[in-house]
């Protein structure tokens, strides 16, 4: 056990090291188009650090986290949209033209105090993960039938936010690029930066709140309520409590990944809410190591950019490498990258090609070449 | 006379209009070890799970230290001192053995507290003295799925005792167990019985006899016989649903 804990925590440190030089050298290294390509990753690692702590520790697949990521959006949008409207008719931000629109609609008046947005970026997401989340696990609904749930969840948001031209731009989205903020574009190299090291900084304290979470009895309610939900409850906990409080923590988690994900590629949209990216979440645990935390940040920055790298030089062969990867995961490393190097997997695939010689007994009878054998 | 601890009156289960308990009355006292037998689909199981709050029962009433049980959560009944340990053993297996007690001896079981509070050192003492109990000391950093059959099994019971309950429900504890560790198991619930009500559910009628405490037998949802192992054995109605016949009279 003990040999095991150094050697993750080796593992740990080694791939922690290599982020965090990669983070800092990245702005001087990489041009603009690629650091803005990273922050973006870096950001949605924080929606990936959610989907590990709802499927990975405590067992719940949601396929609806979209959600969430796309109302963290949407706030710091408005935000945006109304933090630049004063030169506009009314004084509205100018896609209300369009429809006739003359009176900002109600829900958009809290949005042009900044606190209150860096506050609902975050809350308005987690409050209604909550509420969602209690009333469904209040009702017992699990495994694959809460999958399709928020599956269904997601699809509903979707259709309404795309039908709303009049509050939100429905379809069109809310365009944040040439919108202002102290001053400056939000769209300019300057901005962009900034927002590449806002994006690097929260990554890392999501992933210390979320291990702050995992790390001691509360952790282990969530792996037990995976494991076995009934014996949490016989043992005297309320498992809808505490699974209500990671989904909302989770919801949370991707409000902020969506605002800053949507302040770098510069638009908003019911996009954000389509089903094949919330399954994408998903896939990104799963390559990079399911309730193990850093695979989730390593899992949604490493895939994302081989991504973008990929269209770029074959378009269109993306999603059967994506595919590819999902199903090599699922049939061959069941516990993700991470996992797999933490069990020795490397080490076995060089015996398995040969490279290394096996050895023919216990490592603690290992026979010399005259048969005898070797204390 | 004190009122007893538990007390099931006239409880009845329907599945479907199949009668898995009907009129089921039982008494246990404080510091009571009974146990209760039963051919396979007499309802023993579903019985626990009427307690427990698993199941509603269709008719009847639960008391549980002069209070109804019905109509309760789970984890609310399991927080008003009673514990259950399932027929195959239900540990949490990808956690070490200590953590699977830290859980049932944490206390309160808030989630806040859970988060923001370390283990308080009698939580620890405690564990350490459960493990000592089931000699599992040795295995406290152990992934639980790693332990044998019977470790699990002790490991469960000991996760049982940790949550300090007034009744400890107790189905088949020696399901695969070896004749030594059935020995074990029996003087370990006859040592818990006194300081805690224990009700014992099980098929191996050795292990009953060990336990030399008073036996129920349940037929088709209902209890035929009440009394002591030898009185039952005696029965000729408990022998003919249940016991069969003895090895003299074969011969």
Partial sequence: MSIFSTKKSWINLTIWVLLIALIIAAPSVLPVFRLNLLGRYLSLAIVALGVDLIWGFTGMLSLGQGIFFALGGYCAAMFLQLNSAGEFPNGIPEFFGLYGVEKLPFFWEPFKSSIFTLLSIWLIPAIIAGLLGYLVFRNRIKGVYFSILTQAALLVFFNFFNGQQKLINGTNGLKTDVTQLFGQMVGSEIMQRWFFWISAVLVILAWFFARWIVRDRFGNILIGIRDDEARVRFTGYNPVIFKTIIFSIAGGLAGISGALYTVQSGIVSPQFMTVPFSIEMVVWVAVGGRGTLLGAILGAVLINYAKSLVSEALPASWMFIQGGLFILVVTALPEGVLGWIRKDGPKKLLFLLGINKKLETYPSLEVNEQGEVKS | ?251
């Fill in chain 2, 1 to 251: 006379m004190t009122s007893p601890l538990l007390e099931l009156k006239q409880i009845s289960v329907s599945f479907e209009g199949f009668l898995a308990l009907r009129d089921l009355n039982l008494v246990l006292n404080q510091g009571d070890l009974r146990a209760v037998i039963g051919p396979n689909g007499a309802g023993k199981t579903t019985f626990l799970d009427v307690i427990t709050g698993k199941v509603a029962p269709t008719k009847g009433d639960v008391i549980f230290k002069e209070k109804s049980l019905i109509g309760q959560k789970e984890f609310r009944i399991a927080r008003k001192g009673i514990g259950r340990k399932f027929q195959s053993p239900r540990i949490f297996e990808n956690l070490s053995v200590q953590e699977n007690l830290a859980l049932a001896v944490s206390r309160p079981k808030t989630p806040l507290s859970l988060l923001m509070n370390s283990l308080k050192v009698k939580h620890l003492d405690q564990i350490q003295h459960l493990m000592s109990i089931v000699n599992l000391q040795s295995k406290a950093n152990i992934r639980a799925g790693a332990l044998s059959h019977g470790q699990k099994q002790w490991l469960e019971i000991a996760m049982l005792v940790g949550q300090d309950p007034d009744l400890l429900l107790v189905d088949e504890p020696v399901a695969g167990l070896t004749d030594e560790e059935t020995d074990l198991t029996a003087d370990l619930l006859k040592s818990l019985a006194g300081d805690h009500t224990v009700l014992v559910i099980d098929h191996d009628m050795e292990f009953i006899r060990r336990l030399d405490c008073p036996v129920s037998v349940l037929h088709q949802g209902h209890v035929l016989k009440e009394g002591s192992m030898s009185d039952i054995q005696k029965d000729p109605l408990v022998i003919e649903v249940y016991l069969g016949k003895t090895d003299e009279e074969e011969q």
